[in-house]
């Protein structure tokens, strides 16, 4: 048996079911209704529902969580959207006991997203305003569809809880995330894993499973925690002040660019601009009314093509901004020496004058623990020297930062064992020397000669298979691991000729978007005979999966 790419690359199935539960919810609070958000929520949220799905279930005001008064709103029932946080908890009873002292009376309601928590609620008793609240539920939006391949938790702090704090509850909610797609999909019969949070994961998603109705096959790879990586991949960010884009697969060109490494978008966007421009010259060569009348048919699509053209070229404009700086060039070669291990065992000249010019503290972070993870560690003179660096620099405060980064396995000092990596690095073929990145032929492209770690385990996880590798995945961190879960005989199906195979690709921790690109680049071969859906717990690039782990100053 098994699961169809285009069923599971369809993400309507999964939106609806998440938006059904979200309509039961609204209609439990009889009458007009307004919505405080947790900003956070708010796009998320806006990926399955959009202002019209809540305009028809008496939805007529929304508004930000903060703090004070709530604008005035007429209105029989207030409704908080919010993540389980304690400081929103005191925001919630600020607006809760203003709206009573203002009268009339109204029906509140909170909805915790994913998950209730005795912890706020307790909160909320304590303010004196738990019994406010009419309907306390929690709405478990455990997977959300952000394209047709890529489904994300947006947990923010799942790395840091399960590699911090020990705590687990975001693999219980990435095994309900994968119980839901196992409902709408079918059943998933082979499940591959690398590391001791993948093997947590699996458990609870067997067991959870034992219960669970059976439907059709996909082949999944779970978590792997990624290293940190340079930041070469094609995610972009538009400058919110002017305007905000929503890109996905469904705009043509971002669909043909946004897999691409930085240094050929130009090309292709010339290429577009040269086809658009001839398009809008056919005109003149209309000279029937059946030739005017095809050209003006087909001027919506092309006036949206040019407007598309004109948001991506101004977006690759400001890319190229940053991408031709000396400091990114300079940024780039320590990054890319690290990767193929040139000078990673003393302290290095660049971060020093990064830290004596007080660059921003998470691009120092993210190049000693880039230096620490490519050597399996720094020597002992060398950790202290950074670490005092940077603390008389960027302050004493950031301690605490320093001792996650090192109880997460990023900074470290050697141990007097063997440096791993280089075997690593030449078994698996993480760098490349000779890549193309106009015209690709190795996932390596997507950071200009690093193949990431993760995505050369899942390629070689489908051809030839991971036994030719054990002795490198004893190496790397965690167990490595394989279940099977059996499929009733009628649901066991063969794929017919041509048809690719499908595997899920689960990131716990995180993913970025170059490694999402090297995943689509699998898909994409013509011989691969695999095609690659991704979930994940957060999405995120470098500075971000940095950001989570710093603890905030004093």
């Not at 949220?45 to 809540?54: E, K, V």
């Not at 404009?317 to 060039?329: M, P, Q």
């Not at 890319?336 to 291990?341: A, I, T």
Request: hydrophobic share 40%; glycine share 6%.
């Amino acid at each position: 048996s098994y699961w169809s790419a285009k069923k599971i690359q369809s993400p309507n199935v999964l939106r609806e079911a998440v938006r059904r539960e979200l309509r039961e919810f609204l209609d439990k609070c009889a009458g007009s209704k307004a919505i405080v958000w947790d900003e956070y929520l708010t796009g998320p949220f806006g990926l399955i529902a959009q202002y019209s799905l809540l305009k028809e279930h008496e939805v007529e005001k929304m508004f930000t969580l903060k703090g004070s008064r709530l604008p005035a709103a007429d209105v029989k029932n207030i409704i908080f959207f919010v993540r389980p946080r304690l400081e929103l908890m005191d925001i919630i009873a600020e607006n809760v006991l203003s709206e009573d002292r203002r009268g009339p009376a109204r029906d509140f309601h909170i909805l915790f997203v994913p998950r209730r928590s005795l912890l706020c609620e307790q909160r909320l008793k304590d303010l004196g305003v738990l019994g406010s609240f009419i309907h306390r539920e929690e709405y478990s939006l455990d997977l959300i569809p952000f394209d047709g391949d890529l489904l994300s938790m947006e947990s923010e702090g799942a790395f840091k809880e399960c590699y911090l704090e020990g705590d687990q509850t975001s693999l219980y909610h990435a095994a309900k995330g994968l119980m839901t797609l196992q409902a709408l999909y079918g059943t998933i019969p082979q499940i591959f894993g690398k590391g001791e949070c993948a093997r947590v994961r699996t458990n609870c998603f067997l067991v959870v499973n034992e219960r669970s109705l059976t439907g059709s096959q996909n082949s999944i790879f779970p978590p792997l925690k990624f290293a940190p990586k340079k930041q070469g991949d094609s995610g972009k960010d538009l400058p919110t002040e002017a305007k905000k884009l929503q890109l996905n697969s469904a705009e043509e060109l971002y669909a043909e660019i946004r897999d691409k490494n930085f240094n050929a978008v130009g090309s292709v966007l010339s290429k577009k601009a040269k086809i658009i421009s001839a398009a809008f010259e056919e005109r003149h060569n209309a000279k029937t009314v059946g030739e005017i009348k095809q050209f003006v048919s087909q001027l919506p699509h092309m006036q949206a093509a040019r407007g598309s053209l004109a948001n991506h070229t101004s977006i690759a404009e400001l890319i190229k901004d940053v991408t031709t700086s000396e400091d990114f060039f300079d940024k780039l070669t320590v990054e890319q020496e690290f990767m193929s291990g040139i000078d990673t065992d003393k302290v290095n000249n660049y971060i020093e004058d990064c830290i004596a010019q007080k660059h921003p503290l998470i691009k120092v972070l993210r190049l000693v623990c880039l230096q620490s993870v490519c050597n399996s560690g720094l020597k002992q003179k060398v950790l202290d020297y950074y670490k005092r660096e940077i603390l008389q620099t960027y302050g004493y405060e950031y301690i605490l930062t320093l001792n996650n980064l090192e109880k997460a396995g990023l900074l470290k000092s050697q141990t007097g064992g063997r440096n791993n990596y280089p075997t690593i690095r030449k078994t698996l073929r993480l760098w490349m020397d000779d890549v193309n990145e106009q015209n690709p032929t190795d996932i390596s492209y997507v950071y200009s000669g690093y193949a990431p770690l993760s995505v050369r385990l899942a390629q070689l996880l489908s051809r030839p298979g991971w036994r030719s590798i054990e002795e490198v995945l004893r190496i790397l961190p965690g167990p490595h691991f394989e279940e099977r879960q059996p499929l009733p005989t009628g649901l066991q199906k063969k794929r017919q000729p041509g048809e690719n195979r499908v595997t899920l690709v689960f990131f716990l921790g995180g993913v970025t978007f170059a490694e999402i690109a090297a995943l689509r680049f699998l898909s994409q071969l013509e011989d691969g005979g695999t095609e690659y859906v991704i979930a994940t717990t957060k999405l995120m690039n470098g500075a971000s999966w940095i950001e989570a782990l710093m603890e905030k100053p004093f």
